[in-house]
């Protein structure tokens, strides 16, 4: 069983990378950044208590309209913040990484408070204006007319609320490899993971 965790800010690339990975090696992937996203849709929608919906959460949840919305990014942020939301879904995340064949996790814990036995551990990142030009370019191509100086401040304020809260803040497990994308494109950033993910199932006994 492999157990990959990736961790990082914002559109550094990690959720890409991620399911990359799980397809490549047939492993389960979950974007923990939905669990969060789907508690803010449903509180935001139904002015439920943040903490209730954390704690009736349901996999249907995921697949709900939205999701990916500026304003749900800004609201799963602060939801994230709320102790007790992150206990209500440690216990979904740590089942999806213990089940049989492996799994692959991104979000801003996952090497640190999800899966801090993980088999391997990337922290993701990239320049601010570089995840800033990149969620703009997502936002242009969806037809919303964001300016870029929006976006940038709304990744700077990102960035300090998830670095910044007391319960499991946002930084790279102690034994992360870090993969800074700025510079890179996708196909050279998936060629640095391939050769980790394939250098640790080698020692694992995988077959080729």
């Known amino acids: 069983m492999t157990v990959i965790a990736i961790d990082g800010p914002a559109a550094a690339g990690k959720g890409t990378l991620a399911r990359t990975l799980a397809a490549q090696y047939g492993l389960a992937y979950l974007d923990t950044g939905l669990l969060y996203r789907a508690v803010a849709r ?77 088999d391997l551990k990337l922290f993701v990142t990239a320049s601010v204006e570089a995840r800033a030009a990149r969620r703009h370019a997502e936002l242009v191509a969806a037809g919303f007319t964001d300016d870029f100086s929006s976006v940038l401040e709304e990744i700077q304020i990102r960035d300090a609320r998830d670095s910044g809260r007391a319960t499991a803040p946002l930084k790279p497990a102690a034994d992360a490899v870090t993969i800074d994308t700025s510079d890179l ?16 199932r080698q020692t694992q006994a995988y077959p080729a």
């Open 185 to 200: 494109d996708i196909a050279e950033v998936r060629a640095r993971a391939f050769a980790l993910v394939d250098a640790l």
């Open 42 to 118: 449903r509180a935001r929608d139904t002015g439920a208590d943040p903490i209730a919906v954390a704690r009736d959460l349901k996999e249907d949840d995921l697949s709900a309209q939205g999701l990916r919305d500026a304003v749900i990014s800004q609201e799963a942020s602060r939801v994230s913040a709320i102790p007790e939301v992150r206990t209500a879904l440690t216990e979904f995340q740590v089942a999806f990484a213990g089940r049989p064949g492996g799994a692959v996790l991104d979000g801003r814990d996952i090497g640190t408070v999800i899966c801090p036995e993980a």
